[in-house]
């Protein structure tokens, strides 16, 4: 009895797990099955297993072969598997030592040539061999730059299967048909995608105090205004003045990019993530789906920011997937074939006209847009959803720009250090709670640690009917954030009048 063995690594989600192959060659009519739940994409890697080997000079067994996956309760899918489906019949096949690849990780896909094409979802994986204490990879040529991010484990390259043989002493024959692909996938990854200065921003004073305010507490943010005030270009530079990732974020953003296959065109980079939607996204497109769930929007903003343009405009089902991730952080997607999780902690920035044609601000002597139809359109905007936002701004139309081209106020850099300078103190200050960020408060402890100054003129807002209950414990995660960029600690009454005025929305 010939069985060879071979190690992969497999995902569902950013989780990931540890495969272990085992081939068996025995007697029989010729035939190639894979079990251990398979999906359609790795049961049709018999056929390209089979001709990469044959292309490399390999002699495919003419009885059954059979591979099991294990653990067998898990499904497994992707072509990232062919590479070691390849191995574990050449250790069979006694081609490749056996003892080689007891405790080797092989990953890569196989085209018919037998060439070895690059993998989606490479950091993760690596991550998980290196906790896992399995050093010692083989990885396609093409993710070389991902696999070389990772300390503690030792890849090996190859684009070929060949290269795999003559890698372990067994003699090959193969030609790679077109070199120049593995060449271009070699160049590297590239840098950070830059993000724009705030300053570029014309006027707009009373936004970028609300962003600011946003980004120093982990707030949610919609600005309301009329077409060409600036909302979608302040939105874009909002990543530009949060708190950098530190690198447990930055390998939790990289992970969500290497398994969508954008890691290449982002790097590894501090600056949080972006995320902008079209209006006519889908359910799955948001959150998440196809076959066991693939990432969605939310998910790739995890750290950064998710950008909703011309928001009631979106299908109401999509505006109400976002509940769950931005009450829990996370948001699960469930299928026939199981249940994923994806992280999904992100700050959620929302843009609207004031109407559906977008001109009833002011006097609305330029409004064409019937009464119903103006209640209509913020409808969609749902009270739940609304309650989930702290800051509610407007974005008014700018009356007069001045002659010299160029900056607006401060820069990028001179916000973000104050929204540094606040992020510690609120770390500092929820370190034994586990919080982050004053959004992460609970009303309780706001309500035991906000000063009465401020508490009283909460109570006058909620006697006056301006604040829902909901609404107060709001604007003291405001206040409290207020008070962090203003350096004195703990909020006062200013602090607090200002927190609830952030939640207006009303066009002046």
């Known amino acids: 009895m010939a069985i060879g063995n071979a190690l992969s690594i497999g995902l569902i989600g950013l989780k990931a797990f540890t495969i272990q192959l085992q081939a068996f060659i025995s007697p029989g009519l010729p035939y190639f099955s894979i079990i251990g739940l398979p999906d359609a994409s790795l049961s049709e890697a018999r056929e390209r297993v089979k001709s990469g080997c044959v292309a490399s000079g390999f002699s495919w067994p003419q009885t059954r072969v059979t591979v099991n996956m294990s653990p067998a309760s898990l499904p497994k899918r992707g072509s990232s598997h062919d590479l070691a489906i390849a191995a574990a019949v050449l250790s069979a096949s006694g081609v490749v030592p056996h003892e080689c690849m007891i405790d080797t990780v092989v990953l890569g896909e196989v085209n018919l040539d037998g060439s070895v094409h690059g993998i989606d979802g490479l950091l993760p994986i690596l991550l998980h061999a290196r906790d896992a204490r399995l050093r010692h990879v083989i990885v396609p040529r093409a993710n070389r730059d991902e696999a070389e991010l990772v300390d503690g484990v030792e890849p090996r390259y190859v684009s070929h299967v060949g290269e795999l043989m003559e890698m372990f002493g067994a003699r090959s024959t193969y030609t790679l048909r077109d070199a120049s692909v593995h060449v271009a996938a070699d160049a590297g990854l590239a840098p950070a995608p830059a993000v724009g200065d705030i300053a570029e921003v014309v006027g707009q004073r009373a936004a970028k105090r609300a962003l600011e305010v946003a980004a120093a507490g982990g707030h949610h943010v919609l600005m309301v205004g009329p077409p060409g005030t600036g909302k979608t270009m302040l939105a874009s530079r909002m990543p530009g003045i949060m708190a950098p990732l530190d690198e447990r974020e930055q390998f939790e953003v990289a992970s969500i990019r290497s398994l969508c296959g954008t890691l290449g065109a982002h790097g590894i980079t501090d600056v949080p993530p972006f995320e902008a939607p079209h209006h006519t996204a889908t359910v799955p497109s948001l959150v998440g789906g196809g076959g066991i769930g693939k990432p969605g929007a939310v998910t790739r903003a995890h750290r950064g920011v998710l950008f909703m343009d011309e928001a009631p405009e979106f299908a109401p089902r999509a505006l109400q997937t976002l509940r769950e991730p931005l009450e829990s952080g996370i948001v699960a997607v469930s299928r026939a074939k199981g249940t994923t999780v994806y992280p999904a902690s992100f700050q959620l920035v929302m843009a609207a006209n ?91 402890w706001l309500r035991a640690n906000t000063p009465p100054t401020a508490l009283d003129v909460v109570n006058k807002a909620l006697g006056a009917q301006r604040l829902s209950l909901r609404g107060a414990d709001r604007s003291m995660r405001l206040a409290w954030t207020l008070a962090d960029l203003a350096g004195h600690g703990r909020p006062d009454a200013r602090d607090m009048a200002e927190a609830i005025a952030l939640r207006t929305k009303e066009l002046t």
């Open 354 to 444: 004031p109407c559906p044609c977008g001109y009833g601000y002011g006097t609305g002597e330029r409004c064409t847009c019937r009464e119903r139809d103006r209640i209509r359109y913020f409808a969609r905007l749902s009270g739940p959803i609304l309650d989930r936002i702290d800051i509610q701004v407007p974005v008014n139309p700018i009356a007069h720009i001045g002659a010299a081209p160029g900056r607006d106020g401060e820069s990028s850099e001179t916000v973000r250090s104050r929204v540094v300078r606040a992020r510690e103190v609120a770390r500092g200050r929820f370190a034994d709670l586990g919080w982050s960020c004053n959004a992460q408060a609970s009303g309780a």
